[in-house]
T-cell receptor, first 115, second 115 residues
């Protein structure tokens, strides 16, 4: 099915380890986003991209890096994981005109635990 | 500042009761878009509705209805004759027309429907 695919779905990291979360979309969306979801705080934007080769910081960018080398992929990296980064991570994509249609299409999420 | 407030953290009802989820937003923009998303226990985010600021007509979709009142900056969501399957976290979100990057989410309301 067309949509947004996130890998992996679950991961446990030790403090200080690094990892990369992969997001892939097949809808030819220009924009892509990484959010984290924590209890009582809703979804907070980490980084986003408005096109291939571009990235920008969101609300909570510290401790994360991103890359968008191809239009369909958006990678989120944790260079040195910390327990505060334990969260559920959602990737989303949208057309340039975000407010048309359904807004964002979300992936199914990645549950990350840092111990 | 632009902001979405969902003051109800958690609501519990018994099946067949009607329930209203509140959403209040803050903006100085004249044109904007509002969304509701549902996050069932399985974790994915599901689009429910998009509403334009220039269209204050209420909308009904089966047991779901939405009441948009620009005068009070509210976009409330009512479920009639609730069912156990309605149990989920519901997010209200906002984006102004001239914002080319991101949806602003409320913190969500957890709805529990008991049989």
């Amino acid at each position: 099915n067309a949509g947004v695919t996130q890998t992996p779905k679950f991961r446990v990291l030790k403090t200080g380890q690094s990892m990369t979360l992969l997001c892939a979309q097949d809808m030819n969306h220009e924009y892509m986003y990484w959010y984290r979801q924590d209890p009582g705080m809703g979804l907070r934007l980490i980084h986003y991209s408005v096109g291939e080769g571009t990235t920008a910081k969101g609300e909570v960018p510290d401790g994360y890096n991103v890359s968008r080398l191809k239009k369909q992929n958006f990678l989120l990296g944790l260079e040195s994981a910390a327990p505060s980064q334990t969260s559920v991570y959602f990737c989303a994509s949208s057309y340039k005109v975000v407010y048309r249609g359904n807004g964002y299409t979300f992936g199914s999420g990645t549950r990350l635990t840092v111990v | 500042a632009q902001k979405v407030t969902q003051a109800q953290t958690e609501i519990s009802v018994v099946e067949k009761e009607d329930v209203t989820l509140d959403c209040v937003y803050e903006t100085r923009d004249t044109t904007y878009y509002l969304f509701w998303y549902k996050q069932p226990p399985s974790g994915e985010l599901v689009f429910l509705i998009r509403r334009n600021s220039f269209d204050e007509q209420n909308e009904i979709s089966g047991r779901y209805s939405w009441n948009f009142q620009k005068s009070t900056s509210s976009f409330n969501f009512t479920i009639t004759a609730s069912q156990v399957v309605d149990s989920a976290v519901y997010f209200c979100a906002f984006i102004p027309e001239d914002n080319t990057d991101k949806l602003i989410f409320g913190t969500g309301t957890r709805l529990q429907v008991f049989p």
